[in-house]
């Protein structure tokens, strides 16, 4: 595995992650899952802002743990209990099918709000998303496609990502409806790479948000990210930037 190693390149199909494993957070690389306990396996570390998805005892019903706290709330329809699976090692860490098949949900910081298990069932991130009306629209011009129709398929395959790495919050976009695939922290090679003419400035200008010469120089403070996404339904590309 090297730098550019993928998480499809491990056998993992992430649809909205499709950047080196290298640039996702938490990433602990082969271990063992404290989730299902399959040994040897690419793990992710499971914590702050991730939730164990474990079915009560009782009724069958899934419910969110949140993984740090470990606190495990009554079931949200019988009130029993469903409880943590037994932890081999201080922090709980997931291996990728557990991430993909629903057994963790690690939450998303998007441009339309908080989205985490309970804030797609409780209906709070359509709240958040509707106020954020026009961030979306801005996003979704192509086809105008309004937040209220975001699937909530595609919003728990969301949760069902690796969070990429970046030095402040992670702000998924959404296009066409649905979110973007994250490409990578992308440096003027990679821009350079994809553009058409070889023009990664130009390339930069037109799809980064608030573009400035600086971020593109690398001049602007000690680090600097910038994050690159395009769209799993059109062609579009599009990316922010910040600094450390
Ligand atoms: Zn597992
Ligand atoms: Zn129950
Ligand atoms: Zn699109």
Known sequence: MDESTTFDDLGFHFEYFKAPVSHSDGYLGISDCTVCGRKDAPVIEISVGADLIVECRSCGMANAMDADDEIAPPCTNCGGVAGFPEKKKDEHQA???????????ISKDTRVGILSWHSVRNGAFAVDAAKSEW???EQCHDDGTPNTRLEIDTLDSLLRTPSYFCWQNDLWP?????????????EQAEFNQAAPDGDGLALFNAIVYSPDQAVWENRLHDERGIYVFRCTKCPKLWGYWDVA
């Open 95 to 105: 291996c990728c099918e557990c991430l993909l098949t629903g057994r963790v949900a």
């Open 135 to 137: 961030q979306l629209n």
């Open 174 to 186: 959404f296009h066409c409806g649905r979110p973007m695939a994250f490409l990578g922290c992308w």
